[in-house]
């Protein structure tokens, strides 16, 4: 490495700064700094130098001198009011990382796991410019992540008084290029008066020249400044080996700006720099109402969380159902088997054991003692317990954990074509603006760079683009106020495609509560009833909350307790040991064929009798299946007997399409069996047997009685009030989705009717740019209208 050449100007490799204080050259390569150089051999000795194949000079200027400034997060209590969760060695934190920018910067950020063993995963989110990483908190700390992430050049926000996430995604910079762009614009017209006044003749030739040559200062910045993100974005898309809606745009930019720039050099003309400087005035402004629309709707998503969900919350010893939102810190909540903490949380029962797969991947439950912190999103596995809430609920991390990687599935036609159009449609608008640019070389050669800019930028795809999130966007928020609570737009689309309905029974088309409990055996005394009472009282199960509400009885403590998915619950209280379930898995023997559904119980090995439950259906059940019966095939599942199968059975083709008996893997093979036909399936259930199927199928539903319910598995929550209103739904996501394919035909009008006018030269380029954020502007006003209007009918009809 030679010594720093303060004479030298040059660029760092890494940042593509200049080399104002010295260069450095090591590696073949020229630096400005050692912060830029320690970066780069960083990245060379982890073999991730790929980080500069997808961007020429991506990383930041580095300041490599951090000394003390994060010593502060050596403490465990600031580090613990930074971090999401922390529970034995596993860690989670969110930073809020302003200097992302490009895709560099997010291929580096999802794989710092290279760079510090200690890091398990990482996950950007470029829109909120949010970090989202896990790691090993006995290899690793928070102090050195974010030395780390400070090191590599991207320093996180940290604010320990308030929230460090940010809700705004424009930047300061973007509003330096949009006000330079309208200064420029508005200087430029002043300029520009004795033009549109057709007084040239009174104006010498001098000033004439004058002006054209301060009209080329004035938009100078414009061209080099305010519009660089575009020839960026297109640079990265070529680089990339992929078209984007930026390509027509930087080429329909930077053949105005010549253009006139030669006309103002030659003296031939005054050129366009007013179009130009308006053009790229404009697109600014479509950019941040197309982002400024955005925020709007990730904020509502991410901060007033859809779940239909309440808690057990004690006081005085008496439990009442509160909904989520008004948990406040300090409460005593009941939580039951399987139940997700909603907040962190003490516990306050003697011992716990936790399962934190929803948060860390690992299913391995974590057992836990009275005075211990309790994270939200972990799930109780076993007795209840109740914890003492010391945080507010958090439903933007909900949304996280429900939104996972490992619950995504594969992306939906209308999406793809999306993306497809706009690719393809990008090369068409290029190769018709190249025709139509040598057509009109031989027609009039002065007049061709014209028509070619105003094709380019009449024809730009964007209101395509915003078709499909704002249309389904509103329609997801609609949906939301009327009681069906989706997890993405996604859900909108493929219930919209759908033509099948799978039902589960028992706690699904039939009520949890109301059910009529008939014991049948050997008489049961005070002390046993108490115990059963005990053991029902863990379950969420419809069948176990029936027999709890029936028996009515005081709690005694339970020393273990085990719920198994589609046969039982079992548990030791008092040390005698008890099962409560299916016949084939109590006594291990198949009952006589029973007309209800029956839950035995045994103690210490003796079977003492049975539950008999008589379910009630849902209010509605017969009408809703009436009218589903015409549109959809639907099926039937069920872990339960046949016992109320006669009085279903008219609503379903056939018996083939009624099982029952069936346990939570032979419910998931049925629907994967019908998507192999063909079919496309909406699964709706409780979420407690048939989590498993509720994944599989092409859109799962949950249905939330008055208890907390949460199942990253699915796509979407019902609201149990509503259920009878599924049809309603599922014909309002129809009506989305032809609200998208009339939006797309408005973008392809407004496209061809612009080009029309565009190739035989009657559209100049500064009304091709009024017209450009004018469609876009058409069709988010369109489809917000047309699903606020199918909206309503939906409240009209409830």
Request: glycine letters at 6%; aromatic letters at 12%.
């Amino acid at each position: 490495m030679s010594n720093p050449n303060p004479h030298t100007k040059a660029t760092c490799y890494h940042c593509g700064g200049p080399c104002d204080t010295g260069v450095i050259h090591a590696h073949d390569k020229t630096f400005c700094c050692e912060g830029c150089k320690m970066v780069f051999e960083l990245l060379d000795e982890n073999e991730m130098c790929a980080y500069y194949d997808l961007d020429e000079n991506p990383g930041i200027r580095i300041n490599s001198d951090l000394g003390e400034k994060y010593k502060f997060l050596d403490n465990e209590e600031v580090a613990g009011s930074l971090l999401d969760f922390h529970e034995e060695e596993i860690a989670k934190v969110t930073f809020y990382v302003p200097k992302i920018h490009c895709s560099s910067c997010i291929w580096l950020l999802e794989h710092l796991n290279r760079l510090d063993s200690s890091v398990i995963r990482s996950q950007v989110n470029f829109l909120k410019k949010e970090v989202y990483v896990t790691f090993n908190a006995e290899e690793g700390s928070l102090r050195g992540l974010v030395e780390l992430l400070a090191t590599i050049g991207y320093e996180p926000a940290i604010n320990l008084g308030s929230d460090q996430k940010k809700k705004k995604t424009i930047g300061k910079a973007f509003y330096y290029k949009l006000g330079v762009a309208g200064f420029a614009f508005g200087n430029i017209m002043l300029l520009s008066f004795p033009e549109y006044l057709s007084i040239n003749d009174i104006v010498d030739d001098q000033y004439q020249k004058l002006f054209g040559y301060l009209n080329f200062a004035l938009a100078l910045p414009v061209f080099l400044y305010s519009a660089s993100d575009y020839y960026k974005s297109a640079y990265r898309a070529l680089k990339g080996k992929f078209v984007n809606i930026d390509l027509p745009i930087s080429i329909g930019i930077i053949a105005l700006f010549l253009r006139s720039t030669a006309e103002i050099v030659i003296g031939t003309g005054v050129g366009f720099m007013d179009s130009f400087a308006m053009f790229v005035f404009l697109l600014l402004v479509g950019k941040w109402y197309q982002e400024y629309t955005y925020q709007a709707l990730s904020f509502e998503r991410d901060y007033k969380s859809y779940f239909p969900i309440a808690v057990s919350k004690i006081v005085d010893g008496v439990k009442e159902i509160i909904p989520l939102k008004n948990v406040m810190v300090g409460d005593i909540l009941e939580i039951k088997n399987k139940e997700l903490i909603p907040a962190d949380s003490v516990l306050t029962s003697d011992e716990a054991r936790i399962d934190y797969s929803f948060v860390t991947g690992e299913s391995q439950p974590v057992h836990k003692h009275k005075g211990d912190k309790l994270f939200a999103g972990g799930r109780q596995m076993g007795a209840s317990i109740e914890v003492e809430t010391i945080k507010p609920v958090s439903q933007s991390y909900l949304t996280n954990l429900w939104n996972q990687e490992a619950f995504q599935k594969a992306e939906t036609p209308i999406n793809s074509i999306v993306n497809r159009m706009s690719r393809y449609f990008t090369i068409g608008v290029l190769i018709l603006a190249t025709i139509t640019f040598v057509i009109w070389l031989f027609l009039d050669s002065a007049s061709a760079v014209q028509v070619f800019t105003s094709v380019l930028i009449v024809a730009c795809p964007c209101a395509l683009a915003l078709t499909v999130p704002f249309t389904f966007g509103n329609a997801m928020r609609i949906l939301g106020k009327n009681g069906l609570f989706l997890k993405n737009t996604d859900a909108i689309e493929k219930m919209a495609y759908s033509d099948t309905l799978i039902f589960d029974k028992t706690g699904t088309i039939t009520l949890s509560k109301n059910a009529t409990v008939v014991y049948d055996g050997k008489p049961l005394n005070d002390e046993v009833k108490r115990w059963v009472y005990s053991l029902t009282n863990q379950s969420n199960h419809p069948v176990s909350k029936a027999i709890t509400n029936s028996l009515q009885s005081d709690p005694v403590p339970i020393q273990y307790f085990e719920e198994y998915e589609g046969k039982g619950i079992e548990a030791k209280i008092d040390g005698h040991h008890l099962l409560l379930g299916k016949s084939s898995w109590v006594q291990q023997s198949e009952p006589e064929k029973a007309l209800s559904t029956e839950s035995y119980l045994a103690v210490d090995g003796t079977v003492l009798g049975k539950f008999t439950l008589q379910k009630e259906f849902r209010p509605g059940l017969n009408t809703l299946l009436t009218r589903l019966k015409g549109q959809f095939k639907m099926f039937l599942l069920s872990g339960d007997n046949e016992a109320e199968m006669e009085r279903v059975e008219p609503y379903f083709e056939d018996r083939k399409h009624m099982q029952f008996n069936q346990s939570p893997e032979e419910k998931l093979e049925f629907v994967s069996t019908l998507q192999k036909q063909g079919k496309k399936a909406v699964m709706v259930g409780d979420g407690l047997n048939d989590a498993g199927a509720l994944k599989k199928a092409d859109v799962g539903i949950a249905v939330a009685e008055d208890v907390y319910q949460f199942s990253p598995a699915c796509d979407g929550i019902l609201d149990a009030s509503s259920f009878s209103y599924l049809d309603t739904y599922l014909h309002f996501s129809k009506k989305a989705l032809r609200i998208v394919k009339i939006s797309f035909g408005i973008s392809i009008a407004y496209n061809t009717i612009g080009m029309f006018f565009a190739v035989q030269g009657l559209l100049t380029p500064i009304l091709a740019a009024v017209l450009m954020p004018l469609s876009s502007i058409t069709v988010v006003a369109f489809t917000t209208i047309a699903t606020r209007w199918a909206g309503r009918l939906i409240g009209s009809d409830q």
